[in-house]
């Protein structure tokens, strides 16, 4: 995705507007992979960026098994509190 896209990506739960943008890899100025959070401390939600594409789809249209390889695969650049507070799915459990 380009980062311009930004502009109009808002939380699909909650609505918050900006959502804060961590970037994994980037190629030809396109967001290959990265991670979407949403900026409102009640809600924590986040989405992945797979493949240029951001996934920012509400908890019922997620499978716990993608996101929780997703967020394995990237632990080492994703912030702490995504790991361990992130909705719908995080890996408190894993320690
Ligand atoms: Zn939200």
């Known amino acids: 995705m380009k980062r311009r896209l930004m502009d109009f990506l808002a939380c699909a ?5 900006p959502l804060e943008l ?3 890899e980037e190629k030809d100025g396109e967001i290959v ?9 009640e809600c924590r939600m986040w989405y992945p960026i ?8 509400p908890p ?3 499978s716990e098994k993608e996101d929780l ?3 394995r695969k ?3 650049k994703i912030p702490e509190k995504v790991l361990r507070e992130g909705r719908p799915f995080n890996l408190s459990k894993e320690g």
């Open 60 to 62: 019922e249209l997620r």
């Open 13 to 17: 739960m909650c609505k918050s507007y």
């Open 74 to 76: 990237w632990k080492e």
């Open 33 to 41: 992979s990265g991670l979407l959070v949403c900026p409102n401390q």
């Open 69 to 71: 390889e997703f967020l």
């Open 22 to 24: 961590y970037v994994f």
């Open 50 to 57: 797979i493949e240029e594409i951001p996934h920012c789809l």
